[in-house]
């Protein structure tokens, strides 16, 4: 869908859940991975084991986020992870400062626009839900045109009965088409980050 519209995304991967599945349904394969990256579309971190910070040390944390990234660049030929992306949303303030000198940005769940001077170890996030009214996406889309901002927006599924965390394919046309009306330019997470320069964000 995004690809109709010459859009590109990005796509946090837990690596360790490949081939299984979840409370989102059926997870990825290999397959799909090198085909968004073929398409243009930019593969980020998400924990090899989708662990939340909360759940086990820093340390550990760590190891779990770089596992991630060897196995991304095993799998695809040297492929590096520069961004991030909280599991479940959870973050410590250890997590984010070790997090800061390895990734691009990370993003977090916590809902808003991202507007000078943001924070790239915490990116403000939107989610694309059925459960929710669709009409609070339009209305934020339309605030961000205004605002000239940056809006992160994220779902997990697009399924005709997607999960709790997922939507279904006539919402997320819904939200692409506010998106297209707004005059919004989209781009994959690793392409905004460029557009910040360390002097114009926190970390």
Same mark, same amino acid.
């Not at 799998?75 to 949303?89: A, E, I, T, V």
């Not at 250890?94 to 993003?107: E, F, M």
């Given at each position: 869908?995004?690809?109709? %519209?010459?859009?590109?995304?990005? $796509? $946090?991967?837990?690596?360790? /859940?490949?081939?299984?599945?979840?409370? *989102?349904? +059926?997870?990825?394969?290999?397959? &799909?991975?090198? *085909? /968004?990256?073929a398409a243009g579309h930019e593969l980020a971190c998400h924990t090899f084991s989708h662990t939340?910070?909360?759940?086990?040390?820093?340390?550990?944390?760590?190891?779990?986020?770089?596992? %991630? @990234?060897?196995? *991304?660049?095993?799998?695809? &030929?040297? $492929?590096?992870? +520069?961004?991030?992306?909280?599991?479940?949303?959870?973050?410590?303030?250890?997590?984010?400062?070790?997090?800061?000198?390895? $990734? &691009?940005?990370?993003?977090? %769940? @916590?809902?808003?626009?991202?507007?000078?001077?943001?924070?790239?170890?915490?990116?403000?996030a939107n989610p694309i839900y059925s459960s929710l009214p669709i009409e609070n996406l339009k209305q934020l889309i339309q605030a961000n045109a205004r605002a000239n901002g940056w809006l992160v927006l994220y779902t997990h599924d697009i399924a005709e009965e997607p999960s709790p965390y997922g939507c279904t394919p006539e919402y997320f046309e819904a939200v692409l088409l506010y998106v297209h009306e707004s005059q919004t330019e989209v781009v994959p997470i690793c392409e905004g980050a460029r557009r910040f320069t360390a002097s114009e964000s926190v970390r």
């Open positions: 869908m995004l690809a109709a %519209n010459g859009w590109r995304g990005t $796509y $946090y991967a837990s690596l360790g /859940l490949m081939g299984g599945s979840g409370g *989102a349904g +059926q997870m990825f394969a290999l397959p &799909d991975l090198e *085909a /968004l990256l939340s910070c909360l759940s086990v040390n820093t340390a550990k944390f760590l190891d779990e986020c770089a596992e %991630n @990234r060897r196995r *991304a660049a095993t799998m695809l &030929d040297g $492929y590096r992870l +520069q961004n991030f992306s909280f599991p479940h949303g959870h973050a410590t303030l250890a997590a984010k400062r070790s997090l800061n000198s390895i $990734y &691009d940005t990370c993003r977090s %769940n @916590r809902g808003g626009i991202n507007s000078d001077p943001l924070d790239l170890g915490f990116l403000r």
